[in-house]
């Protein structure tokens, strides 16, 4: 599982310690979480090695990219048809929103019509995705420790990213939270 919107170097490392698999920052976005290069390329430094690093960005300006790729990460979100440079070296993961049609040129695809928002995801979209995807999807859009097990069960993703469902003001991450989001997630057999 993802813990996305990382703001702090304490939070990465609290969400690292809950467990989380990947952790994710927001760059070249207009959103509350959204941090410097400077400041992300600290946050993926004080991760854990078998933790991912994912740069997430809204983004459609391919001038930016060169600064996203800067903080160093394993992995770019991005939205739309934003190309990685040849040879960029890291994964890509594209987001998908209700009414997108599946991708096949990245490593895997977001379902989030949320955009860190908490809005819920679409369920019967989600379970259309899962089925019919040629890459692993990832769900987010609305999930909590309270309701992320059964959104799991439900839909059968990949892996679930939270941004909202475990903070305790935008971009502020709640420790308590994350360790149940992650115990959450846990408890389900695959």
Known sequence: ??????????????????????????????????????????????????VTTVAVTSTDREEDLATILSSRPDAVQVAGDLALPRGAGVRVIRMLAPGDALRDDCDAVVVDGSCGTGRAFDPEYARRCVAASPVPVILAGGLSPGNVAAAIRAVRPYAVDVASGVEAAPGIKDERLMRAFVKACRTIEP
Do not use: W
């Not at 690292?16 to 979480?33: H, K, M, Y």
């Open 1 to 50: 599982m993802k813990i996305c919107g990382i703001t702090t170097v304490g939070d990465a490392r609290a969400a690292a310690a809950a467990g989380a698999d990947a952790i994710g920052v927001v760059l070249a976005s207009p959103s509350p979480r959204s941090v410097t290069p400077e400041l992300a390329r600290e946050i993926f430094a004080a991760v854990p090695p078998f």
